[in-house]
């Protein structure tokens, strides 16, 4: 047996954040250039904390991103694929991690990926903490790592802590990347749905 994506004519991701978008548009291009006509963001409602303090959290953001387009777009004719990506913080060996988490979501099925993780700065992460419980991007700028406000959707926190070696959307590509290896029934045939977005040949 051989699998192969079924054909789509558009795949929306929750989100207008250019860094998401273009991290979906550039996954899909070098790893699926057939599969989709369209790659377009949509601005939904995450569900959650502008800034999720968990790896739980951040799990049901992307999940509620993905959930929100495929109710935005239902009324669409032929194959819509919806992704939901969210960045957020976890703690772990008491010290702060930043990670990425991707949802592929066809209406049945969420397909989920994550991108590497990577300490936060303590200078940086005292912000995100009481009493000032900023973004990410907020922290970034506070503790004067940064004098860019838009970082969010520019290089992001990676970026700069890596010294331009890994930037935001390489590392959002990872989530993405992974949740589609998600859905390969070659992987997870238990997995998949009768009405999937992958087929077997």
């Not at 979906?24 to 999720?52: A, I, M, W």
Request: glycine share 8%; proline share 5%; net charge neutral.
């Amino acid at each position: 047996r051989s699998y192969s994506f079924c054909t789509l004519l558009v795949l929306v991701v929750g989100s207008t954040n250019p860094c998401k978008v273009n991290a979906v548009r550039s996954t899909l291009k070098q790893c699926y250039p057939r599969l989709v006509n369209e790659v377009r963001g949509c601005k939904v409602d995450t569900g959650v904390n502008d800034q999720p303090m968990s790896l739980e959290e951040t799990i049901k953001g992307a999940k509620n991103r993905a959930e929100a387009v495929f109710k935005a777009t239902a009324a669409e004719k032929g194959g819509v694929l919806c992704v939901g990506i969210e960045s957020g913080v976890f703690k772990a060996d008491d010290r702060f991690f930043d990670v990425c988490v991707c949802s592929t979501y066809d209406g049945e099925r969420h397909s989920l990926g994550f991108s590497s993780s990577f300490e936060i700065p303590p200078m940086v992460a005292k912000f995100l903490q009481p009493p000032h419980r900023q973004s990410l991007a907020e922290a970034c700028n506070s503790s004067k790592i940064t004098t860019n406000s838009d970082i969010g959707q520019a290089e992001g926190c990676i970026g700069v802590v890596s010294r331009s070696n890994i930037t935001r959307t390489g590392y959002t590509i990872q989530a993405v990347m992974t949740s589609l290896m998600a859905a390969d029934p070659g992987w997870y045939p238990s997995q998949v749905p009768e009405r999937g977005f992958l087929q077997v040949n």
